[in-house]
């Protein structure tokens, strides 16, 4: 079945760092793609997303592209701050002709910045 | 727009017992979904409830279930609980269709001693 395989963790930077977190998946039809971000002792927020290829989401600073040619969608951010320390998930859901609202999860990936 | 509001935030059980997870959608949401968070296993899908109806379900036990009512909310159940279902139970809620995203509760911590 259709499922999403992220980097593990944990990653730890230096405030102002490059980020990527690499994902790829492996789907049969055209998903879409997300990425969350969950904070210590709350639930998943929905940080970007793209529906087709070569879409790219972005969101506070960070941007993913959906390549299909590659099956990837990696999480990119220029420069990390302290407060972008957290747990992040890729994810994909199949498209609206399938019917269903299954998303599949990546296992996270923890990200540290340090000051 | 309220988000989704989970109830109660903590709860502690015993083995054996039973236990009842409330959900509430954002307003005009038909969807919802539940999942199961722990550091062993990640988010596994439990079931989606469309319109009052099951529509998608994973590969939990039949212990686990739940319902959907008109307005959209949702409630899980757990029978005959184990240690093993120790987790962060979230809920999420959507339009329903595929290329939108679910939007997530804060999460029930369960802890089964």
């Known amino acids: 079945g259709d499922s999403v395989t992220q980097m593990e963790g944990p990653v730890t930077l230096s405030e102002e760092a490059f980020l990527t977190i690499n994902c790829t998946y492996t789907?049969?039809?055209?998903?879409?793609l997300f990425w969350y971000v969950q904070y210590p002792g709350e639930g998943l927020q929905l940080l970007l997303k793209?529906?087709?290829?070569?879409d790219k989401g972005s969101n506070k600073g960070f941007e993913a592209t959906y390549r299909k040619e590659t099956t990837s969608f990696h999480l990119e951010k220029g420069s990390v701050q302290v407060s972008d320390s957290a747990v992040y998930f890729c994810?994909?859901?199949?498209?609206?002709?399938?019917?269903?609202?299954?998303?599949?999860f990546g296992a996270g990936t923890r990200l540290t910045v340090k000051p | 727009k309220a988000g989704v509001t989970q109830t109660p935030r903590y709860l502690i059980k015993t083995r054996g017992q039973q236990v009842t997870l409330s959900c509430s959608p954002i307003?005009?949401?038909?969807?919802v979904s539940w999942y199961q968070q722990t550091p062993g296993q990640g988010l596994q899908f439990l079931f989606e409830?469309?319109?009052?109806?099951?529509?998608n379900k994973g590969n939990f036990p039949g212990r686990f279930s739940g319902r959907q009512f008109s307005n959209s909310r949702s409630e899980m159940n757990v029978s005959t609980l184990e240690l093993g279902d120790s987790a962060l139970y979230l809920c999420?809620?959507?339009?329903?269709?595929?290329?939108?995203?679910?939007?997530f509760g804060d999460g029930t911590r369960l802890s089964i001693l």
């Open positions: 999420a809620s959507s339009d329903g269709t595929g290329n939108q995203p679910q939007h």
């Open positions: 789907a049969t039809g055209y998903p879409s």
């Open positions: 793209a529906t087709k290829a070569d």
């Open positions: 994810a994909l859901s199949d498209p609206p002709s399938y019917n269903n609202n299954d998303m599949r």
């Open positions: 307003s005009g949401h038909r969807s």
């Open positions: 409830y469309f319109s009052e109806t099951q529509r």
